[in-house]
């Protein structure tokens, strides 16, 4: 299923305000791969992806995104590249398409193919109805959904999301999660996804990390049963050696 | 890849649908001129009463010519304000709103967005100052001043200029709402740039400070300052805007974001 690397951290630290947040914290995704990384509150899973995305320089070690270093990305990479970190991209003095439509615009789309790329991203995610509405209207979750079509109207190869299904409903959960396979599948998408819900990543990822306390602890597989229990315990032996090594 | 294009026509949509832009805009275009002519009213029709007495001490001659100064005393101050509101809001919203994240992993560098606002915002305001110029001259005509001769459209454009100039020493106030992080940061660093010009002015040195400069020359000081003023310390408010835009640019490039 890995063809090529997509998205890559290598012996990434960052120490914030004094605290560090990741201590070289290694990470890949492959094309065609969804990549779930789970982890309690704080964890550093945020401030991964931030690093992932040119939001935060590391300290040490680096980060590359389509073969590219962050740091120095060219605009093409950036044109590939779909993400929604924390607040979606859903302006509430635009509309539903609006937003939409200039996001397939700054990521490069002319200006009839962005129209009808937003249009469809929108239909995709069950916000027709929705499209001449301003953002500012929507239920959080229907500005959950319009941030995810505000990320994937571009039809990136390289997709970040921190999250995504926080405030959905189980239906958008399902509908994101066949949008995210399709993505994988159609277009050989590298799809590195956040979440604090354990079934959820396992209905859809391809490969489980887990991030506590700023290091990688192991790897869950999906597909397989008590995943809760198992992510329970790499936690509690990472917290006991790390009690024992103090 | 070219984007100057799409940072500007993201930036110009934002800000057409924006409350806060169309509020300071109905302020500066017609609120500022029927202000103006209200108080041009009241010195001439009632030179006893106190507001009479206020609006006469504003006035630096009769007709047009006095009453196009104090159109342009009025949007020196009134454009600086509010021009200077919707810079700060439109920079530190990204950042109240939590969307600077939106900004990141674009093709579209965050320096061009940042010069698509200042682009937005500047055609705005000078337009806004024309709008405003053209309706004060309107407001003039009802309230029984006449035809405008040709040496009092000089004096409206010397109004607007006053407009324009305010406009371009809001753009600093960029790097306020940028650099703390939100607009309200932005809008006390303004009011602390009016009480500084207000100071400044009063120890003398106004012509020299470039936020008092216009509103010197619009005759605020009387018409002795108003003389004292030259092109140069009028020209000031260029390189103190394009500073200002600098190092916006610069900091929204270099830009991180470390909490939410």
Redesign the interface.
Known sequence: MKTSTAIRAERVSKALGGFPVLDEVSLDVGASEIHALVGLNGAGKTTLMRILLGMLKPDLGSAHLAGASVAGAEAQVWSRVGQMLETPFAYPELTALENVYCSARLHGMSKAVARCASERALSDLGLDQYAARRTGTLSLGNRQRVGLAAALVHGPDVIVLDEPTNALDPRGVIVLRRLLQEACRDRGAAILVSSHHLDEVARMADRISVLHRGRIIGTLRPGTVDLERRFFDLVLQSDMREQEHR | ?R?SG??R??EA??FR???VVWTVSVLIVAALPVLAAAFMLAATSDGSSQIGLKAAAMLTSSGWAGYLAMVGMLLSVGALMGIGFVVCWCFGREFT???Q??L??????RRRLAYAKFTVIILWALLLCLASVAVALLAGAVIGLGVPSPEDLVLAVKAWCGGAMAALLACPLAVVASVARGYLPGVGALVLLVVTTQVVTAFGSGAWFPYAAPGLWMGMGGAAAAEAVGPLQLFLCVPVSVIGIGITGQWWKNM?????
Request: glycine share 4%; hydrophobic share 40%.
């Open positions: 890849m984007t799409q940072a026509e993201f949509l934002k649908r924006a409350p709103d939590k969307t994240a939106c990141f992993a674009l093709p579209v560098s991180q974001i470390s909490s939410g």
